[in-house]
T-cell receptor, first 116, second 115 residues
Framework: KAGVTQTPRYLIKTRGQQVTLSCSPISGHRSVSWYQQTPGQGLQFLFE???????NKGNFPGRFSGRQFSNSRSEMNVSTLELGDSALYLC???????????????FGPGTRLTVL | DQQVKQNSPSLSVQEGRISILNCDYT??????FLWYKKYPAEGPTFLIS?????DKNEDGRFTVFLNKSAKHLSLHIVPSQPGDSAVYFCAASDVLTGGGNKLTFGTGTQLKVEL
């Protein structure tokens, strides 16, 4: 079974631009979560999508948005990029078993975004 | 406000000995705790988890202990192997309030297992 894939793996943008990152979850997984990893703040939760609806949201400004498609693939968008948005963006997927309150999340390799 | 804290940024252990990684949390709503391992240029990999109704969970060389009254958990690796060298993240979730897949991570501990 293929793992979580993220594209692109590396991206360089300039301040003020916008960027779209893509995540393909493991086949059959319906939940996709996004995290930002920076040296100063560590791994921080951005949002989670389940069945094309945002189910949980972290404390990030509205410049960060996401969506999920009917095939569970997800995209996140960052508009008006700032230098501080430089980070590793990680996507995680889970099956979301009804019988379990917690479902193990599988992470992709991440997209390294550099904002100049 | 760092709700999950790993106060040791690094730990060095000899091969074959025990590695003990510690984690403290402040949010009493957290009811599920996990440890992830991360190699450079890869995403975190799930290691072991524990629900707040337990105080210990074991999986092979890995054991997680939870002390709810102290809001503290630890990961024990016995025996430590060179391949265990990686960054270890502690994470927590408040499953009962619907935040199951929303993980709050600590800042990580770099473990180095030396020969």
């Amino acid at each position: 079974k293929a793992g979580v894939t993220q594209t692109p793996r590396y991206l360089i943008k300039t301040r003020g631009q916008q960027v779209t990152l893509s995540c393909s979850p493991i086949s059959g997984h319906r939940s996709v979560s996004w995290y930002q990893q920076t040296p100063g703040q560590g791994l921080q939760f951005l949002f989670e999508y389940f069945s094309e609806t945002q189910r949980n949201k972290g404390n990030f400004p509205g410049r960060f948005s996401g969506r999920q498609f009917s095939n569970s693939r997800s995209e996140m968008n960052v508009s008006t990029l700032e230098l501080g948005d430089s980070a590793l963006y990680l996507c995680a997927s889970s099956y979301d078993r009804v019988s379990s309150a917690y479902n193990e999340q599988f992470f992709g390799p991440g997209t390294r975004l550099t904002v100049l | 406000d760092q709700q999950v804290k790993q106060n040791s940024p690094s730990l060095s252990v000899q091969e074959g000995r025990i590695s003990i990684l510690n984690c403290d949390y402040t949010n009493s709503m957290f009811d599920y705790f996990l440890w992830y391992k991360k190699y450079p240029a890869e995403g975190p990999t799930f290691l072991i988890s524990i629900s707040s109704i337990k105080d210990k969970n074991e999986d092979g060389r890995f054991t997680v202990f939870l002390n709810k009254s102290a809001k503290h958990l630890s990961l024990h690796i016995v025996p430590s192997q060179p391949g265990d060298s990686a960054v270890y993240f502690c994470a927590a979730s408040d499953v009962l309030t619907g935040g199951g897949n929303k993980l709050t991570f600590g800042t990580g501990t770099q473990l180095k297992v030396e020969l």
